[in-house]
């Protein structure tokens, strides 16, 4: 079975200095990997997606995040973070051994940035 | 950029009764899924709809839910008879295409509370 692991609840980072939130996975087969970012009140937001080929991959709003596999790991990063990007991010992992299309997410991390 | 919509945005129903949660996926997708979302924890795979049929569905998935693709625009969500636990974040998402290479683009949601 699929999982995904946010280690972290919250992240705390100020203004203008780099950010990460670790996400670990776990399938049987090969991943899809996927970030995902929620704003208060409002639905799951896309943000960027590994699927295969370049280990670092980059997205919305100057997010990148980087595939390891060894280390079963698709941590999000920003070089310099910005208070607007406070919000709950999400870790998802889709497996390609097994049928279906169902996404499963991590438990989130709330980014706080502080000015 | 299109977008996913959900109707309404906050339901309130007693115990018992049944509710239809609305949904109008991007026009040109082709899979249509149901997560949700109990206050404080994960996002959960309900089901997902392909072809007028459903794909794959999880275990919190039971009796009491289906799944209805009415028209060609609208997706809906029916719980025949809501219990407590049901009150949560309920997300509808749609895909062009199988989500290991499209993301999925999820609604607001709505937020179903049962009293």
């Known amino acids: 079975a699929q999982s995904v692991a946010q280690p972290e609840d919250q992240v705390n980072v100020a203004e203008g200095n780099p950010l990460t939130v670790k996400c670990t996975y776990s399938v049987s087969g090969n991943p899809y990997l996927f970030w995902y970012v929620q704003y208060p009140n409002r639905g799951l937001q896309f943000l960027l997606k590994y699927i295969t080929g370049d280990n670092l991959v980059k997205g919305s709003y100057g997010f990148e995040a980087e595939f390891n596999k060894s280390q079963t790991s698709f941590h999000l990063k920003k070089p310099s973070a910005l208070v607007s990007d406070s919000a709950l991010y999400f870790c998802a992992v889709r497996d390609k051994a097994e049928y279906g299309n169902k996404l499963v997410f991590g438990a989130g991390t709330i980014l706080r940035v502080k000015s | 950029e299109p977008e996913v919509t959900q109707t309404p945005s906050h339901q309130v129903t007693q115990m018992g009764q049944e509710v239809i949660l609305r949904c109008v996926p991007i026009?040109?997708?082709?899979?249509f899924y149901w997560y949700r979302q109990i206050l404080g924890q994960k996002v959960e795979f309900l089901v997902s709809?392909?072809?007028?049929?459903?794909?794959?569905k999880s275990e919190i998935f039971d009796d009491q839910f289906s799944v209805e693709r009415p028209d060609g625009s609208n997706f809906t969500l029916k719980i025949r008879s809501t219990k407590l636990e049901d009150s949560a974040m309920y997300f509808c998402?749609?895909?062009?295409?199988?989500?290991?290479?499209?993301?999925?683009?999820f609604g607001d949601g709505t937020r179903l509370s049962i009293l």
């Open positions: 998402a749609s895909s062009p295409g199988q989500s290991g290479v499209k993301p999925q683009h």
């Open positions: 709809f392909y072809n007028n049929e459903i794909s794959e």
């Open positions: 026009s040109n997708h082709l899979y």
